[in-house]
């Protein structure tokens, strides 16, 4: 029975141990397909000398600059299961039926070469080319079936004696694994065994060879661990570690640094172990991974591990010395509090409080121990403070104090925030803690905390509590709403509290002021400035320590660590004012950027290689020394040069050729040319920024940005050379990435155009001499012909004279027209009235005679009745009449007796008054008949002209002279 308990405990140490990881892990950035645009399966990576990095992928060969994704195809559209780079740039890559190499072209962009055409017609089929390694002078290619080695622009082939499992390279070796023959080295043009023990091996598939040192190689097997290859001996490498995470089957392997190793799995992530095979680190999706299967795995320049995912690719910084410390158990709760007491690390989350041993020394992100959750400490925790070697928790039910075992809870009136002691010696008799209600004096005595009493008439919630440095019995506290306090205690604990307002020089905003001691000061921050309390005049004025630096920021925490830096955070970042060299330098941190609880950041500055950060979601560990030490070169590439505007086109791809650099033209019929640059810092790209300058164009540099890209619209013609220079949060700069471009004039600006000029203005100005010396002539024709022109006009003038004179005449002529009609029509008018008054007189005597009754009166009657009728014939007027009528209307009368010489006298008057346009009435009176009588004549006259009734007699004999 107790061997069997010995047995389970046994187990269990041995699985705690499996799966224990260090307290801080790093920074995982996955990058998906959707972010690359390419296929889920990444087979191999590799990093050029200007840091670019390139995934074999699915899809084809995928370039990551630190800002841009770029894809290259194979013809075929296959798969890239392999890839290596020489030392002249070349990407060698080996896909399925395929091998060749990418080399950029004279724009910088990669164009890949086929190899295939080299190798002999009856090996030009095979399956896919799962590995490639540069070896010397040579590239080799692995398929199952065939080993190509391309050399010279010749290829070599060698088939094995059952099928190719592997290709790698040792130390000093470039080594293959035959299914039959085990593991074989090159030499000479031949694979030959090895002279050892490797049947060790057997039949194991190798998936990697790491060297370790000149004579020594990590070999790793898919599902049989690991063992060391020295010189021409192999040895198993066995530990209870590395037994056990063999069942995960090590797909890929690779060396962090001299003492440890990264082997990646396809079941279960990766794992970091040391040459000792002891486990060091785990990550997998449980650390943040997108999937546990690992294809490829690969040690950058800066000491960060990339992972090639089944589904995607990994960033590991592994270099990097910002860590992130998750309690697993509250994953997502938030960070507010930490302390290091009596050998453990105690955090404070939402959830409550976390504890786990350490060792106290050194980066405490490497111990590997698990937190636990302290009993009794469920809830909100706000405060952790080491006072009289007790440790304290400020907790949202009260004032806790705490040891490993569980937390006691003092005083259950009230939230507490804080523990200031008031006095900087230990032990300190009394201390004042800030709560929910205001501030309270508290007893200790005989090693044991009691509450004494609340400060009297002060209920304003106290989170930011300091003492005075230059007067232990002042307290300063501050609501970020309501201002800051003084309390000043008097004999038996009195106090006495003080607002302090514009009155003593504090221009405070409405909301966020903050006190802090800094500096043996009393610091007021808060979104108008930062500010120190002078004690001689009772008043506040800018700080004059921090005010430099901090000008025009919005600062919402302050802390002052062992060394004297101040460690802050405004406007929502967190940095570092440094005062360790001889003159401070204010350093951010932009890993952390928006990554805090807002409201209530905490930091805890232990000592320079541990300072804790409270997070949304745990919490972040800061070697603050190995970050200002890791001194990771800084770069900048230009990663493509485009121009758009009728038609895109890339002018330069980012990628230089070896060869020498040419300029590029480019045409000028462009809108907008774009320049995109980056920066292979992979483990601190949020901490880059850019500045830029088009020599040329632009008279200075841009100012620091973090934007990748800069255009130009509509550059004249010219010469330009584009400069981009990067720099990282540390002031530290790149060299500077240039390069020149020419943009052509337009056509008519060439110097084919100028010459074109230049001859049609020689031309111009010959036809303007012969022009001038043609006008000399034409002047004097001119004289001569001017001299005519004005006989001429003299002569014109003489007719237009005549021609004046005639028009007068004719005008006089139209003007007797006029009046001969005016005379017609007063004729005719005339006769009219003449007929009515000699019918009206008819009339009248007519009844006369009826009604006289003398015979004589009736024969005088009658014999003037006579004398009337007489009178009233018209003959003599018709003829008059008649007369004028033809003068004024063109004879129409002779016109009319011409053309129809049957009309009688009667019909030519009826003729003549239908011409004038008469009325029945007016006829009938001039003809001295009946109306009746008119109608009939006009009926008659109108069948001897011939002419229709629906013809009007007016319109006819107006157009009687165009016939």
Known sequence: MNRL???????????????????????????????????????????????????????????????YWRKYHLPSKTKVRSLAIAPDGKVYVGGENEIGYFSPSENGVLAYHSLKQLLPEKDQAFYDVWNVCVWKESVF??????????????????????????????????????????????????????????????????????????????????ENGLYWLNTQRVQAFVTSFITEISKYRIYHAVQINATQIALSTSLNGCYIIDIHGNFIQHFSKTEGLNNNNILSSFLDKQKNLWLGLDNGIAFVATNNAIKSISIMQDADAGGYASALYQGNLYLGTANGLYVAPVNGQGD????????????????????????????????????????????????????????????????????????????????????????????????????????????????????????????????????????????????????????????????????????????????????????????????????EDQDGNVWFIADNRIGVLDFSSHKPQVIYLPELNNRLVSGFEFINPMN?????????????HIN???????????????????????????????????????????????????????????HQLQTVEYACQLEGFDATWSAWTKKTSKEYTQLPAGTYLFKVKARNNLGQESDIASYQIIILPPWYLTIWAYIFYLLLLSVVFWRLFRWQQQKFIDQQVSFQKEQKQLMYMHQLELDKNEKEIVSLKNEKLEAEIIHKNAEL???????????????????????????????????????????????????????????????????????????????????????????????????????????????????????????????????????????
């Open 624 to 682: 603050y020394k190995a970050y200002r030490q890791k001194l990771s070169k800084v770069n900048v590439l230009i990663s493509e040069i485009s121009a758009s505007g009728k038609i895109d086109s890339v002018f330069f791809g980012g990628i230089k050729s070896m060869e020498k650099a040419k300029n590029t033209e480019i045409d000028s019929d462009f809108d907008r040319l774009t320049f995109e640059y980056s920066s292979t810092l992979f």
């Open 5 to 67: 308990i010995l047995s389970i405990i046994l187990l269990l140490s041995i699985s705690i141990s499996f799966g224990q990881n260090t307290i801080g892990l790093p920074e995982i950035n996955n990058y998906t397909k959707n972010q690359y645009l390419a296929g889920t399966q990444n087979w191999g990576i590799q990093q050029d000398a200007a840091g670019r990095m390139y995934f074999a992928n699915n899809e084809g060969l995928l370039t990551f600059d630190g800002n």
């Open 825 to 963: 029509a007063s004729s005719a008018m005339y006769l009219v009235q003449k007929a009515e008054l000699l019918t009206k007189l008819k009339q009248d005597l007519g009844k006369m005679y009826k009604s006289g009754n003398v015979e004589e009166i009736k024969e005088d009657i009658k014999r003037m009745m006579k004398t009337v009728d007489d009178e009233n014939t018209v003959e003599t007027d018709w003829n008059q009449f008649s007369m004028h009528f033809d003068s004024v209307h063109s004879n129409f009368l002779m016109v009319i007796k011409e053309r129809f010489p049957n009309l009688s006298p009667s019909e030519l008057k009826l003729c003549a008054y239908l011409r004038m346009n008469l009325s029945t009435k007016e006829i009938a009176q001039l003809m001295n008949i009946s109306a009746r009588s008119v109608e009939v004549s006009r009926y008659r006259l109108r069948k001897k002209l011939q002419l229709p009734s629906e013809v009007n007699f007016f319109s006819y004999f107006l157009s009687i002279y165009e016939e």
């Open 141 to 222: 290619f692995r398929s199952s079936s065939r080993i190509f080695e391309y050399k010279a622009n010749k290829v070599s082939v060698y088939r094995p004696s059952s099928h190719w499992r592997f290709l790698g390279k040792s130390s000093d070796k470039l080594i293959a694994q035959d299914f039959d023959k085990g593991l074989l080295y090159f030499e000479n043009g031949q694979w030959i065994p090895f002279n050892t023990n490797l049947q060790l091996l057997g039949k194991q598939l190798v998936t990697a060879i790491v060297p370790i040192s000149k004579e020594l190689s990590l070999i790793s097997t898919f």
């Open 364 to 559: 405490l992100s490497y111990e590997k121990n698990a937190f636990r959750k302290v009993p009794n400490s469920t809830g909100q925790v706000w405060n952790l403070q080491v006072i009289n070697r007790q440790l304290l928790m400020g907790h949202h039910e009260g004032a806790y104090i705490v040891n490993a075992k569980s937390a006691q809870k003092i005083d259950d009136n009230g939230g507490y925030w804080t523990f200031v002691p008031l006095s900087s010696l230990e032990p300190s008799a009394r201390l004042v803690a800030g709560n929910y209600n205001g501030l309270k004096f508290w007893n200790y005595k005989n090693g044991q905390f009691s509450v004494d009493k609340r400060v009297d008439n002060f209920h304003i919630s106290s989170r930011f509590v300091c003492i005075d440095p230059n007067n232990d019995k002042a307290i300063w506290t501050t609501h970020p709403y309501k201002g800051v306090f003084r309390v000043l205690i008097k004999d038996s604990l009195r106090t006495e509290v003080k607002l302090y307002g514009a009155k003593e020089g504090l221009a405070l905003s409405e909301n966020n002021s903050f006190v802090y001691r800094l500096k043996n000061r009393v610091i007021i921050a808060s979104e108008n400035g930062i500010f120190e309390y002078n004690i001689h005049t009772d008043k506040f004025v800018p700080c004059s320590l921090l005010m430099p630096y901090f000008k025009g920021m919005k600062m919402y925490y302050l802390k």
């Open 608 to 620: 320079l290689e541990n300072v804790i950060v409270g997070g949304e979601k745990g919490f972040f």
